[in-house]
């Protein structure tokens, strides 16, 4: 299994940041293309970005464009999702996975293995 390990969500006011990692430590990140995504309650799972390994190109949902910010640091083996402009609607559980990541539809999870994620919550 592609095991990674979310942290640094938290609770913040609308308009303001996190930064979540995304990291491993079985396996080199590197090696993958590595996806975001966030299941909020009441509704499914959607990928929110992804990075590719091969181009380092990447991809945003659209609500989130201009917002968020993906970035890998291969030497740390970890990557980032930096969320600047939060809104109450970006609050759920986002979850990282290993996969592909596809210009038409954004990220996939190659092994089907979803962590524990990291809480989001935006709210006054």
């Known amino acids: 299994q592609l095991q990674l390990e979310e942290s640094g969500g938290g609770l913040v006011q609308p308009g303001g940041s996190l930064r979540l990692s995304c990291a491993a430590s079985?396996?080199?990140?590197?090696?993958?293309?590595i996806g975001w995504f966030r299941q909020a309650p009441g509704k499914e799972r959607e990928g929110v970005s992804c990075?590719?390994?091969?181009?380092?190109?990447?991809y945003y949902v659209d609500s989130v464009k201009g917002r968020f910010t993906i970035s890998r640091h291969d030497a740390e083996n970890v990557v980032y999702l930096q969320m600047n402009s939060l809104k109450p609607e970006d609050t759920a559980v986002y979850y990282c996975?290993?996969?592909?990541?596809?210009?038409?539809?954004?990220?996939?999870?190659?092994?089907?293995?979803w962590g524990q994620g990291t809480q989001v919550t935006v709210s006054l």
């Open positions: 996975a290993a996969g592909g990541c596809y210009p038409e539809y954004g990220p996939s999870n190659l092994s089907g293995y």
């Open positions: 079985e396996f080199t990140l590197k090696n993958y293309a």
């Open positions: 990075i590719s390994n091969r181009d380092g190109s990447t």
